[in-house]
């Protein structure tokens, strides 16, 4: 979360606007046109319903204000502009308040089908839609009221439970087993890849499970959890998370599903 960045943060002017050039805005439509057309029988209602709620389309980078406007007027959450790569420290805080981090820049074209890093397109595209919704939004709230309040010592198995839900989650429905995760969401190789490619594992979500599962950022997921309700994630929050990661510690990780990163 902290290493160096290729891109550098767009700054508002003093209304709070920022400016993207005609192929920022080229780019944010291309990426979104691909993904809305994949995700149309592939992700949750409730995501689909979330991007019409933000208005986002394809005409241009959406405006923070108008983003944060639209959420405060929903669920009361809201979004704040930051550098790529913030602490992680600071990124919880920033949870704790209700305010999603948003990267402000938007990807090169050399990097259309996949960035490492986050940038605009993931996090508005990616995890604004889910916002409007009152059970996900509190749950994001409230964990990162208890990433704060636990502290350092229990960060990154904090974020694991992030990880396997509000980056790659999997939600099960009426109409079958659809994508909300962010990481999905905004990503054409890992949502073909969490809807239907052979091999993968979906397992019912299982906070101690979770908590014991590593992951890699630079690959498509071989695992993916799955939850009933986004109400289930406001009763998986409540959990005593401090006891159950010094279980997890004590007990100690799975073995990877995946090769190990060449150095």
């Known amino acids: 979360m902290t290493k160096e960045s290729s891109y550098t943060a767009k700054l508002p002017e003093p209304d709070g606007t920022y400016h993207y050039t005609p192929e920022e805005d080229a780019i944010w439509g291309e990426l979104y046109q691909r993904q809305m057309k994949l995700l ?3 992700a949750c209602d409730e995501y689909l319903e979330g991007a019409k709620t933000l208005d986002l389309g394809p005409d241009h980078v959406p405006q923070l204000k108008d983003v944060n406007r639209r959420l405060a007027e929903t669920t009361g959450f809201g979004v704040e502009g930051v550098p790529a790569l913030i602490p992680p420290s600071r990124f919880y805080e920033l949870l704790s308040q209700g305010k999603f981090p948003l990267a402000t820049f ?22 604004c839609p889910l916002l409007t919704n009152q059970s996900y939004a ?16 229990y960060s990154w198995h904090m974020f694991r439970i992030f990880w396997f839900t509000v980056e ?8 079958g087993r659809r994508c909300y995760g962010a990481g999905i969401v905004s990503s054409p190789n890992e949502t073909r890849n969490a809807m239907g490619t052979p091999g993968v ?19 498509v997921q071989p695992i993916y959890y ?7 994630l406001e009763t998986i929050i409540e959990e005593d998370i401090a006891a159950r990661i010094t279980e997890a510690k004590a007990l100690g990780d799975f073995a990877p599903t995946y090769e190990a990163k060449a150095s």
């Open 106 to 127: 938007i990807r090169r074209r050399e990097h259309i089908d996949y960035i490492e890093e986050p940038d605009i397109f993931h996090e508005v595209f990616g995890h």
């Open 168 to 175: 790659f989650g999997l939600i099960n429905t009426s109409k």
């Open 138 to 153: 509190n749950f994001v709230r409230r964990f990162g009221e208890k990433a704060v309040s636990l502290g350092k010592g």
């Open 226 to 232: 799955v939850i009933d309700s986004f109400a289930q």
């Open 40 to 42: 149309a029988d592939k």
């Open 201 to 219: 594992e979906f397992r019912p979500f299982d906070l101690m499970t979770v908590l014991r599962t590593p992951y890699r950022i630079d690959i």
